[in-house]
Nanobody, 119 residues
Framework: QVQLVESGGGLVQAGGSLKLSCAAS????????MGWFRQAPGKEREFVAR????????RYEDSVRGRFTISRDNAKNTAYLQMNSLKPEDTAVYYC????????????WGQGTQVTVSS
């Protein structure tokens, strides 16, 4: 069973940047697609970004495309989400997961990391 631990969240002003990390343990995830999701208060969890096993293909939700960049370091069993030009509507708890198909999460959710963007 894979365990996923997210980190790197915080409070940032609109227009600022944050880089999230997702460290996997339990087994290697170097052959698994990975993704980021987020859940804002009072809303359902939604897909944000996906990366294939070697980083050659990525996919983004429309509202973050051009501002967020997903990447991974298979040697470190870790995925990242670089978030630039942050907006108040990006405020949410961010989670990572392994991906099945295009956007379906696979394993148990971690605790997530809180991102708060002030206006």
């Amino acid at each position: 069973q894979v365990q996923l631990v997210e980190s790197g969240g915080g409070l940032v002003q609109a227009g600022g940047s944050l880089k999230l990390s997702c460290a996997a343990s339990g087994r290697t995830v170097s052959t698994d697609p990975m993704g980021w999701f987020r859940q804002a208060p009072g809303k359902e969890r939604e897909f944000v970004a996906r990366i294939n096993w070697n980083g050659s293909r990525t996919r983004y939700e429309d509202s973050v495309r051009g501002r967020f960049t997903i990447s991974r370091d298979n040697a470190k069993n870790t995925a990242y989400l670089q978030m630039n030009s942050l907006k108040p509507e990006d405020t949410a708890v961010y989670y990572c997961n392994l991906i099945m198909g295009e956007t379906s999460p696979v394993t148990d959710w971690g605790q997530g990391t809180q991102v708060t963007v002030s206006s």
